[in-house]
């Protein structure tokens, strides 16, 4: 596993940070990088240090492959794709990008998403280092539940809406289960 973990090493050194090329409409001035605009960036980078990323969907998950062309060494990760339908192929494709995205960042260790320092995993709504004002707190009796319900059920992002509105684990729980 030695020439695998260098030639990530060497990657991750050469990586440049990943802009966030693409605006949610459903959120004024939340923004992401595109799969694309990713793979555009690491292909050549991972090429250069004879790495090559898989991404096959088995099981209603993506499993990221990373592997050293040369030996064959090998590390992957399983992400589980989220869709309320998976009959519905728009429903399904938005999944699996966002899974492929997600997955590769992590795998690659990939510099995309603003650092709040793990603010929003923890329920915090401030974020002290830009002082902005705490976000709205999403409930089913917000006036855009319902929207928020919509963004969902069309493919939308969940971190779309956590962008906007702090949400309870239990109001995730059912803004999930109605997608």
Not at 114 to 121: I, L, R, T, V, Y
Request: hydrophobic share 35%; glycine share 6%; with cysteine.
């Amino acid at each position: 596993m030695k020439e695998l973990f260098n030639s990530i090493a060497d990657f991750q050194m050469e990586c440049p940070k990943i802009s966030k090329d693409a605006s949610n409409p459903f959120f004024k001035g939340s923004k992401y990088a595109t799969l694309p605009h990713i793979l555009g960036i690491i292909t050549p980078i991972l090429k250069k240090h004879g790495l090559l990323i898989l991404q096959p969907v088995m099981n209603n998950c993506v499993v990221t492959k990373l592997i050293h062309i040369e030996t064959g060494q090998t590390i992957e990760s399983v992400y589980d794709i989220i869709c309320k339908d998976a009959t519905n192929p728009q429903q399904l494709g938005s999944g699996v990008t966002y899974a492929r995205r997600y997955s590769i960042s992590s795998i690659l260790n990939l510099n995309i998403d603003d650092d709040d320092d793990g603010n929003s995993a923890n329920g915090n709504t401030m974020n002290i280092s830009k002082g902005e004002p705490k976000k709205d707190e999403l409930t089913p009796k917000h006036p855009n539940w319902a929207k928020a319900k919509d963004h969902l059920q069309t493919g939308g992002l969940l971190d779309d809406i956590e962008r906007k509105y702090t949400i309870s684990a239990e109001n995730k729980k059912l803004l999930i289960a109605m997608k």
